[in-house]
């Protein structure tokens, strides 16, 4: 049974910075990219920011710049993603996500967390 733990996440000052943690429960291979997506009530899912097995970064315009993702893994497995959020603003307030990287190459890359509540507050 793999399972994704988001912890980190709590209310901040606009301004404020907080670092998300993703805890790999079971296993991961590392070949899925594992990346962060957030949801706010009334607007529709958003990427955040992704990292492949190679360490290669990808963010959302929004988050470009103020956001950094990293991970730990191993020769076989994932074990860990983060986001640290640093100048954080009032419209970063969602529910934050953790997941695998779904693709036609990786399709058994589908695991999401339960997620994590930011709140920014001005």
């Known amino acids: 049974q793999v399972q994704l733990m988001e912890t980190g996440g709590g209310p901040v000052q606009a301004g404020g910075s907080l670092k998300l943690s993703c805890e790999v429960r079971?296993?991961?291979?590392?070949?899925?990219?594992m990346g962060w997506y957030r949801k706010a009530p009334g607007k529709e899912r958003e990427f955040v920011s992704s990292?492949?097995?190679?360490?290669?970064?990808?963010?959302?315009p929004l988050v470009r710049g103020r956001f950094t993702i990293s991970q730990t893994q191993d020769n076989n497995s994932k074990k860990a993603v983060f986001l640290e959020m640093t100048n954080l603003k009032t419209g970063d307030t969602a529910m934050y996500y953790c997941?695998?990287?779904?693709?036609?190459?990786?399709?058994?890359?589908?695991?999401w967390g339960q997620g994590t509540q930011v709140t920014v507050s001005s």
């Open positions: 997941a695998t990287i779904k693709s036609a190459l990786y399709p058994y890359c589908d695991y």
């Open positions: 079971g296993y991961i291979s590392r070949y899925c990219g």
């Open positions: 990292i492949d097995k190679e360490d290669f970064r990808d963010y959302g």
